[in-house]
């Protein structure tokens, strides 16, 4: 795995079958399967309506389809590895929110090729007057729709030019019911809020 700059040559990701880390209950293995809707436009309209970012009242407030589409990116940040099936969901729902992109044959921080869905934020920058620009970008295999990674950029406009700020990239996984002998209790649970832009 590949985070920030740093290459992790594994990662152990707990996947917990009970409540999520926040009220929407929605980011866990069991958790999008049972309460997320399973028709890509539904469930794109639902994330507008209902998502993590605008939940917490210390969240900076975004636009409904900014909201949604970060909900999407922390679903499968949080999860990684799918339900069957739930790639494509993901993928389809991001690609029908209001201001994304598909984009074809990118390559991830690894090197791997996908599709992607992105969209260009903005926030107000803290320090001085203007806007802070960035852009996400989700990637997905070709083909299968599996999550194998996410790219955020930043840059002066809307249209960049775009610099890295931070890549994950998912290349292999396996389920295992038991946690190595060396293992420290520090599995990630995807749940830092990925709702502002840089």
Request: charged share 15%.
């Amino acid at each position: 795995m590949l985070h920030g700059g740093h290459i992790t040559p594994s990662c152990l990701i707990r996947l917990p079958a009970g409540r999520g880390p926040d009220k929407l209950n929605d980011r866990t293995y069991a958790g999008i399967q049972q309460k997320l809707p399973v028709d890509p436009a539904l469930l794109a309209a639902y994330l507008q309506r209902h998502n993590s970012c605008d939940a917490n009242p210390g969240n900076p407030m975004l636009p409904a389809n900014q909201a949604a589409f970060s909900e999407i990116v922390m679903i499968a940040d949080a999860i990684q590895v799918l339900p069957p099936g739930y790639g494509k969901l993901l993928f389809q729902a991001a690609a029908k929110i209001p201001g994304t992109n598909v984009l074809a044959h990118v390559a991830d921080a690894a090197g791997g090729s996908g599709t992607a869905v992105s969209m260009v934020e903005s926030t107000s920058k803290i320090v001085s007057a203007g806007r802070n620009w960035g852009r996400l970008e989700l990637i997905f295999t070709l083909r299968t729709y599996q999550y194998i990674g996410v790219q955020q950029f930043s840059g002066p406009s809307a249209r960049g030019p775009w610099t890295l700020a931070s890549a994950t990239s998912l290349r292999s996984y396996k389920f295992v019911k038991t946690a190595p002998h060396n293992y420290n209790g520090n599995a990630s649970m995807g749940s830092d809020p990925i709702c502002v832009s840089p």
